[in-house]
């Protein structure tokens, strides 16, 4: 058996690395062992054990083997990966998902529920137009399961049962109900499950089914194999962790925080904080205080990373963690009281524990349901016991924890409900990326539980007061200074040169103003923004912005003021240029006597085997957006040949040339059409499926197409994409009561520099900067200084993206500073003088140098990057100087060794 299924499945559901390991390993076992209903125990325990040693024992009375991933890594898609797999490579149709509590068999149920966001099988071409069918524990005695029906006789199966449903020890001594005599069947439901001989049992979360009675109920079922998946395989007896002995594969959390997969979990404590000094009251509000400011500071830092990156806001939430149901009531008490916070939280709390009942638990439950919603008002939730396993939300980033954890797997279970990362990756910047714990008192604790050799945690270290301010802080638009002087300042609360004098006076002409800049991001491709400046730039700019303010119905002559368009963009044009430094877009690629393309291949399509759809579906074409229905063959582009439906997909491609690649594409695109042909009953239903599939279809074959890509090249040059950027408006965080501060003014304390704004610049392009150090802004003052500086500013995000890796890390790196002179540019950097030889700091400074020097090559002007010690910076100095001396140099390899 190869690994084809393997990897059509991990690539259509786009698996991680531990899930693709997962799904090799089971394509492994499928390999070697035969799994039926009569499968010899000790033979094929034997031969698992021969490649997978870890296994000891299957535990059970079918074999059963377990994969280990840590929470946040992705084990319900795991299921569907699993799931996809059984049924193209081993024609399985048959499955039992189990769930060991209500709120994990709702979240399965609409997790393998078509058109559900999350729904597992996206992308599974075999499930797209005949889902499987799912049997329930509420839906099951309607007969729906039941195959030997013409209907079901080639569909698949998934049962989704709580544990609870098939215990055999039920109150009363009584059968549960799956168990009993149905009248659609002649027997029960459950006899007729352990009665399949391709049954296959999905174990969530596991280390629940260890009990007895457990037990006993799936070794009842059957089935020809289990699969178990769980973060904890290990269960505690007394005061003793007994690991499971079936495990094939470990993913622990150590790995995935070490991969990048689930937040960095962080614990928060106060510098030389000193418990005795508080009784058990005191240090529980000041616990709930501390939260409650790690919690406004994550809001609002979630905040300005949606807006600065424009994505969907997070709204974040805090879990407090009470010792009973009495502590947890008062602990609201507390929360929703006017002397906490100014009653702010009232109304904002869910309490959630064993004790409410009816209306009162339905109500918190539903709240925990919908607390991922932005727009949901929950943003504190205290909890007894309550949130277990099953409660998958990606925003919880606070835990205030009020009761002891005595336990290690305790510790980790609690951790774990917040360790998924709500864009799925780490974004790099770390109120988004980590989780924390505010744990005055068991800090050292936690600290020690982390640091063991065994530990599966990996703790940083949050200082409440430095890390995170004591006062709430705030996001804030700064808007480019260009910006307020055409347009005027934003109408959120921001910071503006109220000097600076306003170009145009008029609401019209601001209007035109704005239309105009927006025009200008569609010119970004010139040489230089001088290049605006041109009488045919300026006509097609000043057509846009015509088109932009024209209103929507003609008004009459006297109801708006009419606008020089023509003046308004030359006025536009002519500040911009004099505010912006053109910072230019390149790229290295081939000179022109590179040679590539495509080597000659046979086109391997055996696992394709689309159907035909409905011709009541609609279609929408992905890019050209246009939709029809298949009954309305009229709507389609008609082509000559089958084969140009594949071709004219494959021509977008921007690597594949129709000149050059004519030949091979139409080789591949007949041998598609003969392999549909060859399973397809006619050639109406060919046509169906190369419209319907034929995004599908053609990414079939362009991804066998770069398996086979060559390119050599002599040379690569360096080409401009862009000119110039635009700049935009930045949001920044700043503590709630922060004022502008005269950047010139001494900081006296320098550790709370970062929540600072700063203004009074004569040249900046903004008028406001944050700096990260005290060097930073004596390095502005420097600047502001210099009669040779004629404008600079501090780069946010993606305007450089100078890409660099190291053995280390990789990513995009911004300078610092971007300044420009009369005669040259200047990327700066300061630093602190005992990270100058840093390997990360030297890689970036590489990755720099090499953009300055394109830069230079392709734009006429000098590029410069220095990299300057912290010490080095003082209100003497002049860019030039600092340049003379601190102008990086890449160190050859020669002199390095």
């Given at each position: 058996m190869s690994l084809q299924h393997v990897n059509a499945v991990a690539n259509r559901l786009s698996l991680r690395p531990p899930q693709r390991e997962s799904l090799q390993i089971l394509d492994r076992l499928c390999e070697i062992v035969d799994f039926e209903k009569m499968t010899n125990m000790a033979e094929a325990l034997k031969v698992i054990q021969s490649e997978f040693p870890s296994v000891q024992d299957f535990e059970r009375e079918f074999p059963s083997l377990c994969f280990a991933l840590a929470t946040g890594v992705g084990k319900t898609r795991l299921m569907g990966a699993f799931i996809s797999y059984l049924y193209r490579a081993e024609g399985i149709r048959n499955y039992f998902v189990l769930a060991p509590n209500l709120t994990i068999y709702n979240k399965l149920i609409a997790d393998f529920t078509p058109n559900n966001p999350k729904y597992v099988f996206q992308g599974i071409s075999e499930f797209a137009m005949e889902p499987p069918e799912i049997i329930t524990g509420d839906n099951y005695e309607s007969g729906r399961g039941i195959r030997g029906g013409r209907l079901f006789d080639e569909g698949v199966h998934i049962n989704i049962f709580n544990i609870s449903k098939i215990n055999s020890e039920v109150r009363g001594g009584a059968a549960p109900r799956i168990k009993r005599l149905g009248e659609y069947i002649g027997e029960s439901y459950f006899d007729y499950l352990s009665k399949l001989d391709d049954l296959v049992l999905i174990m969530d979360e596991s280390h629940r089914y260890r009990a007895s009675a457990g037990v006993?109920?799936?070794?009842?079922?059957?089935?020809?194999?289990?699969?178990?998946?769980?973060?904890?395989?290990?269960?505690?007896?007394?005061?003793?962790?007994?690991?499971?002995?079936?495990?094939?594969?470990?993913?622990?959390?150590?790995?995935?925080?070490?991969?990048?997969?689930?937040?960095?979990?962080?614990?928060?404590?106060?510098?030389?904080?000193?418990?005795?000094?508080?009784?058990?009251?005191?240090?529980?509000?000041?616990?709930?205080?501390?939260?409650?400011?790690?919690?406004?500071?994550?809001?609002?830092?979630?905040?300005?990373?949606?807006?600065?990156?424009?994505?969907?806001?997070?709204?974040?939430?805090?879990?407090?963690?009470?010792?009973?149901?009495?502590?947890?009531?008062?602990?609201?008490?507390?929360?929703?009281?006017?002397?906490?916070?100014?009653?702010?939280?009232?109304?904002?709390?869910?309490?959630?524990?064993?004790?409410?009942?009816?209306?009162?638990?339905?109500?918190?439950?539903?709240?925990?349901?919908?607390?991922?919603?932005?727009?949901?008002?929950?943003?504190?939730?205290?909890?007894?016991?309550?949130?277990?396993?099953?409660?998958?939300?990606?925003?919880?980033?606070?835990?205030?924890?009020?009761?002891?954890?005595?336990?290690?797997?305790?510790?980790?279970?609690?951790?774990?409900?917040?360790?998924?990362?709500?864009?799925?990756?780490?974004?790099?910047?770390?109120?988004?990326?980590?989780?924390?714990?505010?744990?005055?008192?068991?800090?050292?604790?936690?600290?020690?539980?982390a640091n063991r050799g065994d530990s599966v945690l990996k703790i940083g270290l949050v200082v409440i007061g430095k890390d995170i301010p004591d006062k709430h802080s705030k996001a804030i638009e700064v808007r480019t200074n260009l910006e307020e002087r055409l347009i005027g300042s934003p109408s959120s609360e921001g910071h503006t040169n109220t000097e600076q004098r306003s170009f145009f006076n008029t609401e019209p002409e601001r209007k035109a103003a704005k239309a105009a800049l927006d025009a200008i991001q569609h010119f970004e491709r010139l040489r230089s923004s001088r290049d605006l400046n041109s009488a045919e730039v300026q006509e097609q700019i000043a057509a846009r912005v015509a088109e932009a303010i024209k209103p929507v119905q003609a008004d009459l002559p006297t109801m708006e003021e009419k606008v020089d368009v023509k003046q308004v963009v030359a006025e536009v044009t002519k500040q911009f240029i004099e505010m912006s430094i053109d910072i230019p877009k390149i790229v290295v690629v081939p000179s022109e006597d590179a040679t590539y393309g495509f080597r000659e291949f046979d086109l391997d399509s055996k696992n394709i085997r689309l159907q035909p759809v409905s011709k009541d579906i609609l279609i929408q074409n992905l890019q050209s957006n246009e939709r029809y229905k298949l009954q309305d063959s009229s709507n389609v582009a008609s082509e000559k040949r089958l084969e140009d439906y594949l071709v004219r997909g494959l021509i977008d491609f921007d690597d594949i040339s129709y000149d050059e690649h004519?030949?091979?594409?139409?080789?591949?695109?007949?041998?598609?059409?003969?392999?549909?042909?060859?399973?397809?009953?006619?050639?109406?239903?060919?046509?169906?499926?190369?419209?319907?599939?034929?995004?599908?279809?053609?990414?079939?074959?362009?991804?066998?197409?770069?398996?086979?890509?060559?390119?050599?090249?002599?040379?690569?040059?360096?080409?401009?994409?862009?000119?110039?950027?635009?700049?935009?408006?930045?949001?920044?965080?700043?503590?709630?009561?922060?004022?502008?501060?005269?950047?010139?003014?001494?900081?006296?304390?320098?550790?709370?520099?970062?929540?600072?704004?700063?203004?009074?610049?004569?040249?900046?392009?903004?008028?406001?900067?944050?700096?990260?150090?005290?060097?930073?802004?004596?390095?502005?003052?420097?600047?502001?200084?210099?009669?040779?500086?004629?404008?600079?500013?501090?780069?946010?995000?993606?305007v450089f993206a100078i890409h660099y890796r190291s053995g280390i890390e990789e990513g995009d790196y911004e300078p610092d500073f971007v300044v420009e002179t009369k005669n040259a540019k200047y990327l700066c950097e300061p630093k602190q003088k005992d990270a100058m030889n840093d390997a990360v700091v030297i890689t970036k400074a590489e990755a720099a140098f090499e953009w300055c020097r394109n830069a230079s090559k392709v734009t006429g002007t000098p590029w410069v990057y220095v990299l300057i010690p912290h010490d080095a910076i003082d209100e003497s100095k002049t860019l030039a100087g600092l340049a003379a001396t601190f102008t990086y140099q890449p160190i050859k390899r020669s002199e390095a060794t």
């Open positions: 006993r109920a799936l070794n009842e079922l059957k089935p020809i194999l289990g699969l178990e998946l769980t973060a904890t395989p290990q269960v505690i007896q007394g005061q003793y962790t007994v690991p499971f002995k079936n495990i094939i594969y470990s993913y622990p959390l150590s790995k995935a925080l070490e991969d990048g997969f689930v937040k960095a979990p962080c614990v928060a404590t106060r510098e030389n904080f000193n418990v005795d000094n508080y009784d058990k009251a005191g240090l529980e509000r000041l616990k709930l205080e501390d939260g409650i400011h790690i919690h406004e500071e994550t809001k609002v830092q979630l905040e300005v990373f949606a807006r600065e990156n424009d994505v969907n806001r997070v709204k974040p939430f805090m879990l407090v963690v009470a010792e009973d149901t009495t502590h947890a009531s008062r602990l609201r008490a507390i929360i929703e009281d006017d002397e906490f916070f100014a009653g702010q939280y009232r109304g904002k709390v869910a309490e959630v524990h064993s004790n409410q009942r009816g209306e009162e638990r339905d109500e918190n439950v539903q709240k925990l349901l919908s607390v991922e919603n932005p727009d949901d008002t929950t943003e504190i939730v205290i909890h007894v016991d309550q949130l277990k396993e099953g409660w998958d939300v990606t925003n919880l980033y606070t835990i205030v924890p009020l009761r002891a954890f005595n336990s290690r797997t305790l510790i980790e279970q609690a951790i774990g409900r917040g360790l998924r990362l709500p864009y799925g990756k780490r974004v790099g910047v770390p109120a988004v990326d980590r989780l924390t714990i505010v744990a005055h008192d068991k800090f050292q604790e936690i600290i020690d539980e004519a030949e091979l594409l139409y080789k591949l695109a007949g041998q598609m059409i003969a392999h549909l042909q060859s399973y397809l009953a006619n050639e109406d239903e060919v046509f169906n499926v190369l419209v319907s599939h034929n995004r599908q279809l053609v990414d079939a074959i362009y991804a066998q197409m770069q398996q086979h890509y060559f390119e050599t090249a002599t040379s690569y040059e360096v080409k401009i994409t862009k000119g110039f950027r635009t700049l935009r408006s930045t949001n920044v965080l700043a503590a709630a009561d922060e004022d502008i501060r005269p950047f010139r003014q001494p900081v006296e304390e320098r550790k709370y520099i970062r929540g600072m704004i700063f203004g009074g610049f004569s040249k900046c392009l903004y008028p406001t900067q944050k700096f990260d150090s005290d060097s930073e802004r004596r390095f502005a003052v420097v600047l502001e200084n210099d009669k040779q500086a004629l404008k600079w500013f501090k780069p946010g995000r993606s």
